[in-house]
């Protein structure tokens, strides 16, 4: 797989995932429509338990089926990783329901304010658990480089889900119990689709000698998911118990707008890196490419900050109520932490090469215990913005750790000068439009405008890129030229 591959399949994999996880964004304006804000606040915080239960019900079999994918496919025994992967994941999903629903209802209780607590965890266990095994089989497609089956799937899954949530809330007006339905329905559809198929192509069986392998991979990546889960989404939790839930609608809303960038430019990077290192682990030439990919992959993000920026600030009035203004201040404070959940993933990648995971759990495990407590302390006073501090704070601490040890475990030379530069660019250009944000359309649209054509003045003609890329640059840039003009 060479580089030119990575890039084809990086712009795949953006497309299919952007349909993946789309339907959560076309989703926003049916929800903010057909719920009241307390019930919007309380569907989004179900919505974020199923995501943390999904990892603790996978207990981190994608991502060891990713990683030995190749070693089994060249014994011939890929149908065994499939089987015994897919039970584990079975085998986590039953035992996460059963203790959420005979040992966690007074905790649901208590923070979702609703006496059909029972009911909603039920439906929000059986979501968790239909999406876990389609995630898992998808997987399948990364490790085999099928990036467009992947978009296929993704973009697929997207529509049915819009449909199926349209007719749930539109049609029937089902409230969150349909909403849910809905999700269950479209995750359960492409679960079974995609793994018939599969088992038609390679087989599919049990080999328990396996698991013991397979678990001590995968089990350390679940600390790391959850605790990248705590980080990111566990103030929703404490913002529903000391305030209340139209807090955490319009928390939400913001949240789900800084999270494009990881959905149009971090997610899509990862699935494609993942594989990609996997595969070249004895390349010489791979700790030279991936400094230089580094680079690449934190201009794209911020460069893409920008764009949400300007996006959001143009469809939030349009996808949701006036009550939900203050979601475009929650984005713009948000939006260094989905930065930082770049370089947690690159970072993550490099110590799962050199199958460190336990590295990774035991440092999300205490990051994610440092977020806890700055949660409970500063929430109740400081409300969201409480929250903010503590996500980007915990996350900064985690993302710098672990890239300093994974960069050290392959012995990376990092370009320090052009990670300072871009740091630099973004920090600047967020506090600009913070300042502009309350100064009225026409300073926002102009100085968003100013900022954004400098930067990339200032980084073409600086010491950014080199003499070979400025050639590509200006090569692709005739080209284009070329193109729009016949």
């Known amino acids: ?85 897919l039970l584990v994941n079975v085998l986590g999903g039953l035992s996460i329901t059963s203790l959420a629903v005979f040992f966690l209802l007074p905790f649901f209780q208590a923070v979702l304010h609703t006496q059909t607590v029972h009911v909603l965890i039920i439906l929000t266990c059986t979501g968790a658990f239909v999406q876990s095994l389609s995630l898992h089989v998808m997987s399948y497609y990364r490790a085999r480089h099928q990036a467009m089956k992947f978009m296929s799937v993704g973009i697929s899954s997207a529509l049915l889900l819009f449909i199926t949530t349209f007719i749930a809330l539109r049609m029937y007006h089902l409230g969150i119990i349909g909403a849910l339905s809905a999700y269950i329905l479209t995750h359960t559809i492409i679960f079974c689709y995609i793994t018939l198929e599969v088992i038609m192509k390679n087989g599919l069986w049990i080999t328990p000698s396996l698991i013991p392998r397979l678990v001590r991979f995968g089990f350390p990546l679940v600390f790391s998911m959850v605790g990248g889960s705590v980080l990111v989404e566990s103030s929703i939790y404490f ?76 469809i939030l009035p349009v996808i949701a109520p006036p009550a939900y203004a203050q979601a475009f201040d929650v984005l713009l404070q948000l939006l260094p932490l989905t930065a930082l959940l770049g370089v947690h993933y690159f970072s993550e990648t490099l110590l799962s090469a050199v199958e460190k995971t336990h590295i990774i759990g035991l440092t999300m495990t205490a990051c994610a215990v440092f977020c806890l407590v700055l949660n409970y302390l500063l929430i109740p006073s400081l409300n969201w913005h409480g929250a903010v501090i503590a996500s980007n704070v915990s996350f900064f601490i985690v993302g710098f750790t672990l890239f300093l040890i994974g960069t050290r ?26 300042l502009l944000n309350n100064l009225g359309q ?45």
């Open 1 to 85: 797989m060479s580089l030119i591959l990575f890039g084809k399949n990086t712009a795949i994999y953006a497309i299919g995932n952007v349909g993946l996880k789309a339907a959560s964004f076309l989703l926003v304006p049916l929800y903010a429509h057909s719920l009241t804000l307390k019930d919007y606040g309380l569907l989004a915080t179900l919505l974020i338990t199923i995501q943390i239960m999904l990892i603790l019900m996978s207990l981190g079999m994608r991502t060891s089926l990713i990683r030995f994918t190749q070693e089994y496919l060249d014994n011939k025994q890929i149908g065994a990783l499939l089987g015994t992967t």
């Open 239 to 314: 913002l529903s118990y000391y305030h209340d839930l139209e807090t955490v609608a319009v928390y939400s809303l913001g949240f789900k707008l800084s999270q494009l960038v990881a959905i149009t430019v971090i997610l899509p990077f990862q699935l494609a890196f993942q594989p990609y290192v996997f595969s070249h682990l004895k390349d010489t030439h791979i700790k030279d490419q991936l400094p230089r990919m580094f680079i690449y992959f934190l201009l794209s993000i911020t460069f893409m900050s920008f764009i949400i920026i300007l996006g959001s600030h143009i």
């Open 409 to 434: 475990a392959l012995s990376l030379h990092i370009e320090w000068y052009s990670v300072s530069a871009i740091v630099l660019l973004f920090s600047v250009f967020l506090f600009m439009i913070f």
């Open 442 to 486: 026409i300073a926002f649209y102009s100085g968003w405008g100013l900022m954004f054509s400098t930067s990339v003045v200032l980084l073409y003609n600086g010491l950014f890129f080199n003499k070979q890329e400025r050639i590509i640059f200006k090569n692709s840039a005739a080209k284009l030229k070329s193109v729009i003009s016949s």
